[in-house]
Structure formats: structure tokens, C-alpha cells
């Protein structure tokens, strides 16, 4: 059964520090592997989909990575923002367009 | 790009009642959609998997006699939470895929908060 667990479940920062969230999983036969942002109350934004033969995606200030082998995966956020502050999960696709949740890093970016 | 919309936004109801979601997807077709659920400091966990023209998939625990989907057209499929309870008090997700794209990622509505009185 694949697991996965996002470390920290919260962080802090001041802004305009990068930071960087860690998400690591149980089963390496993933699919993908996607970077989602989520503010309270709300729905899922997905930021970065990298699929299982890529290491990298980019979007601007952020930066995932993937290692299949060892089961993790980062997001670099750089130059926080106030506006960056929400919950960010990690999610793994399986067979099936099966997603695992993580349970989250929530991110407060003090102005 | 593409988008899912969901309603309602939110919904408090009695104990008792049933309560429908609506899951569409508006600029692409899906013939597959899933339903999460998210109850408070918790992660997301996928309840079924909605086929359409066909019974939906449902996970491990999840009570398809409570839950029930219909899936009728290639843009709308709807989660019915019947009798529902305080427990059944959670946000309910939907997602879904453009079918005619592949390695496409999947796009999530904005979630339906349920509070049940």
C-alpha cells in the first residue's frame, strides 16, 4: 500500500526566504508524482507534475524535484511571499489515475 | 486550462437528509472522475472512482449504499451522500481528467464543505 509523508507538517518563515518542503513515498512504481496547493476551505491548485521518467519541474519561483529510486521528492519555494502561505501537498499517481495524499506542509510566510 | 467545476461550495443539512454533489468537468470530456474526502488536519483520501456509463469503483470502507454515484454523461458526475450524519461532516472533492489527453494532469474542483446538523 503506498504511504506518503510530507515533512514539515508546518513551517514558518519570514519573507523572501527560500524554503524547501520534503515529500517522500513508500512504492517507487509511481506514474507521477504532483505538488498541489491548497488554502483553507478551498479546492486543490495544482502547482508542478513531474512524471516518473522526469527529475525536474519548474514554474517560476518554484522548483520540484523527483527521485524514483529513493522514494522523495522536494519543492523549493524561492523569495517567499505572504502570499505564498496555504497547505502544500505532495501526491503520487498509481494505476488507475490512483492519487496517495500526503497529509501536507502547512506554510506561513511572514511579511 | 482545463477546468472541474463543483457545487455546491458548501452545504449544512439535518440529520436524515441526502444531499447531492455536482462534478463537472466544462471545456473537456471525462470518462473517468474520482471523489475525495478530507476531513479537518487530515489528507485527502479517494472514496470511488466514477465511470461513465458504468458502476463507479468504490475504496476499501467506503459504503456504496451511502455514497452513491451516477456518472451519466462524459461531463458531469454526481456523489449523493444519503441519510447523511454528523459524521459524514467532511469536504468532498471531485477530480477528473481530459480523456483525449494523455499524461495530462488531473484537475480538481473547489470542494464541497458538508456539515451535518
Known amino acids: 500500500k503506498q504511504e506518503v509523508t510530507q515533512i514539515p507538517a508546518a513551517l514558518s518563515v519570514p519573507e523572501g526566504e527560500n524554503l524547501v518542503l520534503n515529500c517522500s513515498f513508500t512504492?517507487?512504481?509511481?506514474?507521477?508524482l504532483q505538488w498541489f496547493r491548497q488554502d483553507p476551505g478551498k479546492g486543490l491548485t495544482s502547482l508542478l507534475l513531474?512524471?516518473?521518467?522526469?527529475r525536474e519541474q519548474t514554474s517560476g519561483r518554484l522548483n520540484a524535484s523527483l527521485d524514483k529510486s529513493s522514494g522523495r521528492s522536494t519543492l523549493y519555494i524561492a523569495a517567499s511571499q505572504p502570499g505564498d502561505s496555504a497547505t502544500y501537498l505532495c501526491?503520487?499517481?498509481?494505476?488507475?489515475?490512483?492519487?496517495?495524499f500526503g497529509e501536507g506542509t502547512q506554510l506561513t510566510v511572514n511579511p | 486550462g482545463a477546468v472541474v467545476s463543483q457545487h455546491p461550495s458548501w452545504v449544512i443539512c439535518k440529520s436524515g437528509t441526502s444531499v447531492k454533489i455536482e462534478c463537472r468537468s466544462l471545456?473537456?470530456?471525462?470518462?473517468?472522475m474520482f471523489w475525495y474526502r478530507q476531513f479537518p488536519k487530515q489528507s485527502l483520501m479517494l472514496m470511488a472512482t466514477?465511470?461513465?456509463?458504468?458502476?463507479?469503483?468504490?475504496e476499501q470502507g467506503v459504503e456504496k449504499d451511502k455514497f452513491l454515484i451516477n456518472h451519466a454523461s462524459l461531463t458531469l458526475s454526481t456523489l449523493t451522500v444519503t441519510s447523511a450524519h454528523p459524521e459524514d461532516s467532511s469536504f468532498y472533492i471531485c477530480?477528473?481528467?481530459?480523456?483525449?489527453?494523455?499524461?495530462?494532469?488531473?484537475?480538481f474542483g473547489s470542494g464541497t464543505q458538508l456539515s451535518v446538523l
Open positions: 477530480s477528473a481528467r481530459d480523456s483525449s489527453q494523455e499524461n495530462e494532469k488531473l484537475f
Open positions: 512504492d517507487s512504481a509511481i506514474y507521477n
Open positions: 513531474i512524471q516518473s521518467s522526469q
Open positions: 501526491a503520487v499517481e498509481t494505476s488507475g489515475s490512483r492519487l496517495t
Open positions: 471545456d473537456f470530456q471525462a470518462t473517468t
Open positions: 466514477s465511470n461513465e456509463g458504468s458502476k463507479a469503483t468504490y
